[in-house]
């Protein structure tokens, strides 16, 4: 049963943005097809300008449109893109793969980056490093990702000339990018971290622990650890969106045929046909990492299982 | 006696062969030996080419959107060739300038016969007709919009079978011209039988036609690589290269960040990059890398002063704007001397150019006194009013035009001087279209168009093309000044070259006079270029050309 309301959930949450981006783009003043018609470039008469807003259907009633988008979606079509014509399915499934092999390495890589932070932070001695570290996320979270990657790229493959930003494939056209995303992705990651481990080193048992002789680094990795995850695991799968978002700076910056990309493309020539189906793969990839969180604690957490099976 | 008299003979023939062979790779390796002082071309060699924005359409046609036109005019050939330098005419695929009626509303050309699109099957006169026939009338069913370039088309014909004649209603003065531009390229039948989608990304690798390269893959938004054809055999006679391109490929690389197209430039991960912006040249050239500007030779980059808005109505407030704004201070706070003070309502390059400085001078006190006379006050904030209404002026941003935001912030602070108050319209291109197209939201509209004929005034004035004075309002539908419409419209209606001459000229001169145009400066495109880059140039209106490219290293 609550998998079946999960579910429903789910689907409500998906509709719900699908419906918030449709109406926001309709807001907007001009539409895609203007956007690419009336460009002057092409120096098109209004009346040739209206034809084809009446090829593209953009002249029907709002609320028509929407039906017809939605029932398009349904029928498994997506449409093509206004502003080249291609189709917008091929366009995801050539942008995904890229941008799931940029998240992946980029999350990986804030977790290693995240969990070295925390320890350090919480390592017993050496107060000054311990304050140090602890000054790292405030830092992360407040450079902008694009200055990050544009930093990254004049020093090491402007200036070291140690990796290729134009023309470069594989690990490669992945090193730069990657630490760019995993930047703002470590500093939630660490603080919480941070936090959690602080929390629980303060708890009853732990000082049990310590009295019956446990030494520090015992109590660190063995007792405090374990216990410090849940909350980590639970901002992680909240920073979905943040990877996201990530991504959309990073592939610009880095000239990665993503999603970002795509996305970034998409909202300056207003092409709605894209734009949702991006908005709709986010929502449906923020649900499912969630629904995935969700049934990792209990796995993580002894006592959740004994609640349910209670 | 034969057999060995045979094989003296052989060995003599075989000796002489041998010697002549010899001989004539003495006299090749002579200047070949100089060639790399004297930079005789290499063949060989992929060319990285740096582009700020993805392509949007290989329909050639739409052409005139930068990234696409730097594919069309390499992937494609056109009937006509015009000189870049002198903007002459000169044969191509047609082996003779058309022949033309007197009042230019028939146009017959000549093909050559042995020309042939990528997937092997001929150029024909067929295909030639049903080019233009597409280009001429567009196809809206396909969501394919008619060129810009081709007015007053009515049908093509085939006369024979290397003989092509097109019909017009009216005379069509520009059309010649129009069949050299990249919005004419020849593509196959096949692919003249795609939609909209078909010659969107994603579809590249189908798109066939005569030019000295071929897409050979394409990755969508960042990548799309070209191969020189083998087999190109018909390139402009005029031009002393013949033959394939020098270079064996191009690929096409996305590159929007800017300091990432110049750090790869002068890292050398690159071989050309295109949009070099002005505060970037020094870099490039500090470099040791060369700058390569060429100019639109067109509209110049200029602020159409909307007229039809109650506002600008009275000619003393349109003259106190030019005389309010400092356009050398602009070009000297933002640009670089790639960018030419713009003199005319057209670049210098362009045909039937004028010069109208007299008419642009900056002098604010001039300003303060023609707005004193039309009775704009100023107030307590130091903006002028009138009877209640606030001289407040709205401007779009030009997104595709250099640091258009930045242009408008200088001239808001300029205008604030003479109090008039300026809002700059925010927002994307979608945005940005939907507000220009309306007076109410936008008096005073910057932008610029290229195209290396007399018929480009009349496509940025003209009430019905880009209509950016708003001289046919869309309010009331009225044309406000029938008299601009009136000398446009001779522009590209005179079948006579001189006419359209003195023609494009009286329309500069009314513009200026009436003070319904401020041009700002020669919008150049700006190129940055590797030491070993030889041969590069670009056409009429400066997109890319990579036939005689070739790399020395």
Not at chain 2, 259 to 274: E, F, P, Y
Request: hydrophobic content about 45%; charged content about 20%; some cysteine.
């Amino acid at each position: 049963m609550p998998i079946v309301r999960r579910i429903a959930q789910a689907l409500l949450v998906i509709l719900l943005a699908f419906t918030a981006t449709f109406i926001l783009m309709q807001a907007l003043p001009g539409d895609g097809v203007l956007a690419r018609y009336q460009n002057p470039e092409l120096g098109l008469t209004p009346e040739q300008i209206e034809q084809l807003r009446v090829v593209y259907g953009v002249d029907q009633p709002v609320w028509s449109q929407f039906l017809t988008s939605v029932g398009n979606y349904l029928a498994g079509n997506f449409g093509t893109s206004l502003q080249s014509g291609a189709r917008v399915a091929d366009l995801i499934v050539t942008a995904l793969p890229e941008t799931l092999v940029l998240a992946a390495a980029g999350f990986t890589l804030a977790v290693i980056v995240a969990v070295a932070i925390a320890f350090l932070a919480s390592f017993p001695s050496m107060r000054w490093l311990r304050n140090a570290v602890r000054s790292l996320p405030p830092l992360f979270v407040s450079v902008p990702a694009f200055w990050v990657g544009i930093l990254l790229i004049q020093v090491f493959s402007f200036g070291l000339g140690w990796v290729r930003v134009i023309g470069a494939d594989g690990l490669e056209a992945l090193i730069l990018p990657a630490i760019t995303l995993s930047v703002p992705i470590s500093a939630p990651l660490s603080q919480v971290l941070i936090q959690s481990l602080d929390e629980v080193g303060e708890s009853p048992y732990v000082a049990i622990v310590r009295s019956r002789g446990a030494g520090e680094w015992w109590v660190l990795t063995r007792n405090v650890a374990k216990n410090a995850l849940l909350p980590t695991i639970t901002i992680a799968g909240l920073l979905f969106g943040e990877l996201v978002a990530g991504a959309v700076v990073t592939e610009a910056v880095f000239g990665r045929a993503g999603i970002g990309t795509l996305t970034e493309q998409a909202v300056a020539n207003r092409d709605l046909p894209v734009i949702q189906a991006v908005v709709l793969l986010a929502a449906i990839g923020f649900v499912v990492i969630n629904l995935v969180v969700d049934l990792l604690y209990p796995v993580i957490d002894p006592r959740l299982r004994r609640e349910r099976t209670a | 006696m034969a057999p060995i008299g045979r094989r003296l003979a052989s060995l003599l023939l075989t000796t002489l062969t041998v010697a002549s062979l010899a001989a004539c790779s003495n006299q090749t390796s002579e200047p070949a030996a100089t060639s790399s002082t004297s930079g005789e071309a290499k063949t060989g060699g992929t060319l990285t080419y740096l582009e700020p924005q993805t392509w949007g359409s290989l329909y050639p046609p739409s052409g005139g959107f930068y990234p696409n036109g730097g594919l069309l005019n390499n992937l494609t050939d056109r009937l006509l060739y015009q000189n870049p330098d002198t903007l002459e005419l000169e044969p191509w695929i047609a082996t003779e300038l058309p022949e033309v009626n007197d009042d230019a509303t028939e146009y017959t050309f000549t093909l050559r016969d042995d020309v042939t699109f990528s997937d092997g099957t001929p150029l024909t006169a067929e295909t030639v007709v049903k080019n233009i026939d597409l280009f001429g009338k567009g196809d809206t069913d396909r969501a394919l919009p008619v060129s810009e370039a081709i007015n007053n088309y009515e049908g093509g014909e085939v006369v024979d079978e290397h003989t092509v004649a097109f019909h017009f209603s009216a005379p069509s003065p520009g059309f010649a011209q129009a069949v050299s531009t990249i919005n004419s390229g020849l593509v196959s039948d096949a692919t003249l039988d795609l939609d909209s989608d078909g010659f969107g990304p994603g579809n590249a690798e189908n798109f066939v036609a005569s030019g000295p390269f071929v897409v050979e893959k394409e990755e969508i938004g960042t990548k799309i690589s070209l191969k020189a054809r083998e087999d190109y055999d018909w390139a402009p006679p005029s031009l002393q290269h013949q033959g394939r391109a020098y270079l064996d490929g191009i690929d096409y690389v996305v590159a929007g960040e800017n300091s990432v197209r110049v750090g790869s430039l002068t890292a050398g991960q690159a071989d050309i990059a295109r949009q070099i912006e002005a505060p970037d040249e020094a870099v490039v050239t500090a470099a040791g890398l060369s700058i390569v500007s060429d100019p639109t030779n067109g509209v110049t980059n200029s602020l159409s002063i909307r007229f039809p808005s109650e506002k600008l109505s009275d000619i003393r407030v349109r003259q106190a704007i030019i005389a309010g704004i400092d356009r050398e201070a602009i070009i000297e706070a933002l640009f670089s001397d790639s960018y030419p003070l713009a003199t005319s309502s057209l670049a210098k390059g362009a045909k039937g150019y004028r010069d109208q400085s007299a008419n642009y001078v900056y002098d604010q006190a001039k300003a303060n006194s023609l707005l004193d006379e039309a009775g704009w006050v100023a107030g307590s904030d130091g903006i002028r009013a009138k009877d209640g209404v606030k001289l407040s002026l709205a401007f779009n941003i030009a997104l595709p035009q250099p640091r258009s935001a930045d242009v408008l912030t200088i001239i808001q602070e300029q205008l604030r001087e003479i109090g008039i108050e300026v809002t700059i319209i925010s927002g994307d291109q979608a945005a940005q279209t939907a507000a220009s197209a309306d007076i109410d939201q936008v008096q005073i509209y910057h932008s610029m168009v290229a195209r290396a004929d007399y018929d480009v005034i009349k496509s940025q004035y003209y009430s019905a093309n880009r209509n950016t004075l708003q001289n046919l309002s869309s309010a009331t539908g009225e044309v406000t000044d029938p008299k601009l419409d009136e000398l446009l419209l001779a522009v590209a209606s005179s079948p006579e070259e001189a006419d359209r001459a003195a023609a494009s000229a009286a329309v500069q001169d009314y513009l200026s006079e009436q003070a319904y145009v401020l041009p700002l400066f020669e919008e150049p495109q700006v190129y940055g270029l590797a030491t070993h880059v030889k041969g590069f140039s670009t056409e009429s209106v400066a997109r890319p050309s990579f036939y005689s490219t070739w790399l020395d290293r």
